[in-house]
Structures are given as structure tokens and as C-alpha cells.
């Protein structure tokens, strides 16, 4: 008798909820890349950003090699590329070598599996093999050395890799030859010479592990501090280095706390990739805009909220009857690490 009316009691809000998003505006997505905002201009407003992902254009020239959208992009550096890598079908273990960038990066696995080889010394010749499923994080800094094979072999990948990627620089990559010599400097699909062109990695005076994350089994949910009846997954902060990432999940007809209804950051970027579910998210035009425009976001839908532009929410359930994961990284400033603490967002009443 429990167990039936807590399931009726269950299901009358979640068609509540459905019913309720199921008239909201559809999203008015993006056909080109999104182009980030480094810092916000005078006191005007900014508005979130929509690209679905799915019915995105694939890029003209690919990225790594393989199927890829770039889907957005700083104004001067800096890509987040959604991208599939296709299984081995050679049994012969490529034998590519190591290499390292100059920039920062992070990735998260959506479908599928990835085998990287990370290495601690150049003088390696098998690094640490790190396998990366579905949910699987990655935050690695600058001179971090890696490779999807190594020289003796190893395992590979066993179904088609679903990748979101952001490279914070230019795309550029430094080999690391296996004869001691100078390695080469060169672009993505060396389509160009990087300025400044700096090959040598023997001058390099210290090398940085990534950090990785397996998020199906390496953490729990937990509740979010900062908003009641959410729950949270940290993936990354780095307070000095003005970065952090976490996973973040709502129920099934959330409805937002008292309070929670708008805020907006001064000088942060922040970009949210959905992961499961569907979700309204509010439009507003500014701090006095009380209604603002209800859109419906869903799985592969990327979102993204530029300086002093307002997230936050109307009246009624935000979720319907799945609820709604999504992938959350915040930039104190900018669009790459350095930018220092992350301010707490402001609150519009």
C-alpha cells in the first residue's frame, strides 16, 4: 500500500511536469559555432547560448582525424569539439608516439571508450594505460605526455569513442621522437606551423601528470550545497587556476528552491552539456525581465552562459518524467585557466 502510493503519488507529478514542459518553446539552437565572450562590455547583457548538438553541420576539414563538430570557440583561442572515433579495425597495435601540448585541455567520454597511455618521463616507453569509458573526466595541464598507443603495444579501444573535448589553445602538439632527437611542433592535421614554433622538448624543466576520473565508479552522488534538491558529482577546482567542473542531476518535476530563481556571474564562463534527460531553461533579457522565455533542452544539447547573462528559472517543474544530468566547467575569466578564484554567482531578487 506504501510502495502504490508513493508510486501514484510519483507519477501524478511527473505528468504534471511533462505536461507542463512539453508547451514550453522549443530552443532556437545554433547552426554555426558559438564564439565565446573573454569579459562582459559596459553593464549591458549577455543571453545563453544553444546548440543541438545532434542536427549540429559536422566540420568541413575534421578534427583529429575523424568525425567532429567544432561547436564552439574562444574569439582568439580555444575549441570544444564533439567528436566519434570509429573501433580498431586493424589487429596491428599503430605505432605512434608521445607528445604533449602547451595549452590546457579536458574531455569527458559521452559513449563508448578510450585507452590512453600516459607517461611521466619522456624516456618512457609504455606509459601508465589509462582506460576511459562512458562518464570517464579528463583535466590535463600543460606538458602532460600521452599517446593513444605505445611502442610495445598495448590494448585498444573496444567500441566507437563519443569524445567532448576543449582545448584551451591553438590544437598544437609536441612530439617526442624515440631517438632522443628534437621533436616537431605542428597544428592539428598539421595544416600549420604554430608562432612560436618551439620544438625542442628537452628543454622542458618539468612534466605534469592529468588528472582522471572514472564518474560511474569512482564517485557518489552527493547533495549540492548550493542549490536543495540537486545532486552533485566534483569532477575538478582548481580555486587558484579558476577552474572547476562538475557533474550535476535534478529529479524528476524539480521545482526550484525559494530564492533560486535567477543569478548571473560578472566576469565567468560557464559551459553545461547535457547528458540524460530534458530540462527548461529561462531566457532572460535582463535583471528586470521577471518572466523571460521557457526553452526545452534535452540530451546533446550544449548551453552556454557568457558573462552577465542570467540562468535561472520560471514558475513550475524544470524536469519531466526522466529528470536531467549535465556536465558543468566554469572559467573564472576567460576561457582558460589563470583567471584565479571563481566568484560566488549574484544573485538577481
Known amino acids: 500500500m506504501l510502495f502504490d502510493s508513493f508510486f501514484t503519488r510519483w507519477f501524478h507529478i511527473a505528468t504534471i511536469a511533462i505536461a507542463l514542459i512539453s508547451n514550453t518553446a522549443a530552443a532556437q539552437p545554433y547552426t554555426e559555432q558559438v564564439v ?11 543571453q545563453i547560448q544553444f546548440v543541438d548538438v545532434e542536427s549540429f553541420s559536422v566540420d568541413e576539414t575534421p578534427r583529429y582525424g575523424t568525425l567532429s563538430k567544432t561547436i564552439f570557440r574562444g574569439p582568439e583561442l580555444g575549441f570544444l569539439v564533439h567528436t566519434i572515433f570509429p573501433p580498431a579495425w586493424n589487429m596491428r597495435m599503430s605505432q605512434g608516439g ?6 590546457h585541455e579536458w574531455g569527458f567520454t559521452l559513449e563508448g571508450d578510450s585507452v590512453l597511455y600516459e607517461a611521466i618521463s619522456p624516456y618512457q616507453m609504455n606509459g601508465k594505460m589509462e582506460w576511459k569509458p562512458k562518464g570517464g573526466w579528463l583535466d590535463r595541464p600543460p606538458f602532460s605526455i600521452h599517446s593513444a598507443n605505445w611502442l610495445t603495444g598495448g590494448l585498444r ?72 534538491g540537486r545532486f552533485v558529482k ?8 579558476g577552474f572547476r567542473s562538475r557533474m550535476i542531476k535534478i529529479p524528476p518535476g524539480w521545482v526550484p528552491p525559494e530564492g533560486g530563481g535567477k543569478t548571473y556571474y560578472k566576469k565567468a564562463n560557464v559551459m553545461r552539456y547535457m547528458l540524460f534527460g530534458e530540462m527548461k531553461v529561462w531566457q532572460f533579457e535582463d535583471d528586470d525581465d521577471d518572466v523571460g522565455t521557457p526553452v526545452t533542452v534535452k540530451e546533446d544539447f550544449f548551453i552556454y552562459q557568457p558573462p552577465r547573462s542570467i540562468w535561472g528559472y520560471g514558475e513550475g517543474p524544470v524536469t519531466g518524467v526522466y529528470g536531467a544530468t549535465w556536465l558543468e566547467v566554469i572559467y573564472a575569466k576567460g576561457l582558460s585557466h589563470g583567471g584565479g578564484p571563481i566568484e560566488q554567482p549574484t544573485v538577481i531578487d
Open 98 to 103: 608521445p607528445h604533449y601540448h602547451l595549452f
Open 157 to 228: 579501444p573496444q567500441t566507437p569513442y563519443h569524445l567532448l573535448i576543449f582545448e584551451e589553445g591553438d590544437g598544437s602538439l609536441i612530439t617526442i621522437p624515440r631517438d632522443g632527437s628534437m621533436g616537431d611542433h605542428y597544428g592539428p592535421e598539421r595544416r600549420f606551423k604554430p608562432d612560436p614554433y618551439e620544438p625542442d622538448w628537452r628543454k622542458v624543466k618539468q612534466w605534469n601528470p592529468p588528472w582522471l576520473v572514472d564518474t560511474a565508479h569512482d564517485l557518489e552522488w552527493e547533495p549540492d550545497r548550493e542549490v536543495e
Open 36 to 46: 565565446g565572450t573573454l569579459e562582459a562590455k559596459g553593464r549591458g547583457w549577455n
Open 234 to 241: 566534483w569532477l575538478s577546482d582548481d580555486w587558484q587556476g
